[in-house]
């Protein structure tokens, strides 16, 4: 009714009718209610203790900073503890009335899927609820359009999600170097990194970019571009390999230090055991020109994204090994400038041949992959054919064997 009055006489906010309008938003248990109340007093005095310790950063004074970063601290542990406790009192109230909206109900879904990680996961229950609580704060700050306040929280925003999203990839990486948990496969941990990984350039980067006044993040606006041709409409198993592809080379220039060089090594050799299998499986359908140059593209970022920027190798014939295939990758660029189907051949040649070389090395069973690279080699003439006269099998079948590159 107050509410109705207000908009029928066009009451002007006069004292009183401020503190009308908060005991109302008391005395109301919902998303404006008294825990809403505390969560923005919390807030305020977040951003407070956030800048003033930001200061205290650029007076050299180590005292003046460690007595910041305290308050700091403090006040970022009261303002989680408010949003904590409206989720609780005040949502979880709503979802058992049956009042709450949908938004509201997957709301706190969401929030007790992350709390069921505590017992078995702690560290990424840590990380993932403080991420959800600040998202859950953001996402109402842009609902009620409080601009103002949005454009002061933004500076903490990002910079604490930042450390966030990069404690998380890092508790993933250590598992995935873990050989003794058994709880997770390897497989579901490279999914976890990908999905992370698109989470944040989803969710954080637009905001860092778009607070990128120097212009340092250009390399990374160009590489956000690309990512986005692949979030408009379904896409295939091919587009998700591609997709997944910007997502580690962008990775590398974010999470350099959260996402170490093994892991992400281990996530392009994922990706390759990945396109080599769709290569495989679609030899004999339209698809297969396209899988084939995925392959060849995964090969090349692989090698000039990740293996170019190695420093320490376990084995120093590996090492030479790669030098010696940068050094003939590099001299193809001068062809690429006057011939491009010339370039384009013998970069394919190139990279078909050290991959088989990997997979000629390899324990695991690669002979399908390793069949249609040694046929496509003897289609370029770069092997020749003998008859195996040895093999009972030869004999039988009059198949010839294709001589070995390894």
Same mark, same amino acid.
């Given at each position: 009714?107050?509410?109705?009055?207000?908009?029928?006489?066009?009451?002007?906010?006069?004292?009183?009718?401020?503190?009308?309008?908060?005991?109302?938003?008391?005395?109301?248990?919902?998303?404006?209610?008294?825990?809403?109340?505390?969560?923005?007093?919390?807030?305020?005095?977040?951003?407070?203790?956030?800048?003033?310790?930001?200061?205290?950063?650029?007076?050299?004074?180590?005292? &003046?900073?460690? !007595?910041?970063?305290?308050? @700091? $601290?403090?006040?970022? %542990?009261?303002?989680? +503890?408010? #949003? *904590?406790?409206?989720?609780?009192?005040?949502?979880?109230?709503?979802?058992?009335?049956n009042l709450a909206s949908q938004y509201e109900k997957n709301a706190l879904s969401k929030y007790y899927t992350i709390v069921s990680l505590k017992e078995d996961y702690y560290l990424e229950y840590k990380?993932?609820?403080?991420?959800?609580?600040?998202?859950?704060?953001?996402?109402?700050?842009?609902?009620?359009?409080?601009?103002?306040?949005i454009s002061k929280f933004k500076g903490f925003y990002v910079e604490k999600m930042d450390s966030l999203y990069k404690a998380i990839i890092k508790n993933y990486s250590l598992q995935l170097a873990d050989?003794?948990? &058994?709880?997770? !496969?390897?497989?579901?941990? @490279? $999914?976890?990194?990908? %999905?992370?990984?698109? +989470?944040? #350039? *989803?969710?954080?980067?637009?905001?860092?970019?778009?607070?990128?006044?120097?212009?340092?993040?250009?390399?990374?606006?160009?590489?956000?571009?690309?990512?986005?041709?692949?979030?408009?409409?379904?896409?295939?198993?091919?587009?998700?390999?591609?997709?997944?592809?910007?997502?580690?080379?962008?990775?590398?220039?974010?999470?350099?230090?959260?996402?170490?060089?093994?892991?992400?090594?281990?996530?392009?050799?994922?990706?390759?055991?990945?396109?080599?299998?769709?290569?495989?499986?679609?030899?004999?359908?339209?698809?297969?020109?396209?899988?084939?140059?995925?392959?060849?593209?995964?090969?090349?970022?692989?090698?000039?994204?990740?293996?170019?920027?190695?420093?320490?190798?376990?084995?120093? +014939?590996?090492?030479?090994?790669?030098?010696?295939?940068?050094?003939?990758?590099?001299?193809?660029?001068?062809?690429?400038?006057?011939?491009?189907?010339?370039?384009?051949?013998?970069?394919?040649?190139?990279?078909?041949?050290?991959?088989?070389?990997?997979?000629?090395?390899?324990?695991?069973?690669?002979?399908?992959?390793?069949?249609?690279?040694?046929n496509r080699l003897f289609e370029l003439g770069e092997i020749r054919s003998i008859r195996n006269k040895c093999a009972t099998r030869a004999k039988l079948t009059g198949k010839i064997c294709k001589s070995?590159?390894?």
């Amino acid at each position: 009714m107050q509410e109705k009055s207000l908009k029928l006489y066009n009451t002007e906010k006069t004292f009183f009718v401020k503190v009308s309008s908060a005991l109302s938003k008391l005395l109301t248990p919902t998303k404006i209610g008294f825990n809403s109340i505390m969560i923005s007093i919390k807030r305020n005095n977040l951003i407070k203790s956030y800048y003033n310790y930001k200061a205290a950063c650029n007076l050299s004074d180590s005292i &003046k900073e460690e !007595s910041a970063n305290n308050k @700091y $601290e403090d006040a970022y %542990t009261l303002y989680l +503890e408010s #949003i *904590d406790k409206y989720i609780m009192e005040s949502l979880y109230k709503r979802v058992k009335q049956n009042l709450a909206s949908q938004y509201e109900k997957n709301a706190l879904s969401k929030y007790y899927t992350i709390v069921s990680l505590k017992e078995d996961y702690y560290l990424e229950y840590k990380y993932k609820k403080q991420r959800y609580l600040l998202e859950l704060d953001y996402d109402g700050l842009l609902d009620q359009s409080k601009q103002g306040v949005i454009s002061k929280f933004k500076g903490f925003y990002v910079e604490k999600m930042d450390s966030l999203y990069k404690a998380i990839i890092k508790n993933y990486s250590l598992q995935l170097a873990d050989s003794i948990t &058994k709880k997770i !496969s390897k497989d579901d941990i @490279y $999914e976890k990194i990908f %999905t992370i990984i698109e +989470e944040y #350039i *989803d969710s954080i980067l637009p905001i860092k970019l778009e607070q990128d006044e120097n212009n340092q993040y250009k390399e990374l606006a160009k590489a956000y571009e690309n990512y986005q041709n692949y979030e408009v409409g379904k896409i295939n198993n091919i587009e998700i390999v591609e997709k997944k592809l910007e997502l580690l080379g962008i990775s590398r220039l974010i999470f350099t230090h959260s996402l170490p060089l093994v892991t992400a090594n281990k996530c392009y050799v994922q990706l390759l055991k990945d396109v080599r299998k769709m290569v495989v499986e679609n030899k004999s359908t339209n698809k297969y020109n396209r899988v084939y140059d995925l392959l060849l593209k995964v090969i090349e970022e692989y090698n000039l994204k990740l293996l170019s920027t190695k420093v320490y190798w376990d084995k120093k +014939e590996e090492r030479e090994q790669y030098k010696n295939f940068w050094d003939e990758y590099k001299s193809l660029q001068s062809i690429k400038e006057t011939n491009n189907e010339e370039y384009k051949l013998k970069r394919e040649i190139l990279f078909i041949k050290n991959d088989l070389k990997a997979l000629c090395a390899s324990k695991s069973d690669y002979e399908d992959i390793i069949n249609i690279y040694k046929n496509r080699l003897f289609e370029l003439g770069e092997i020749r054919s003998i008859r195996n006269k040895c093999a009972t099998r030869a004999k039988l079948t009059g198949k010839i064997c294709k001589s070995k590159v390894c």
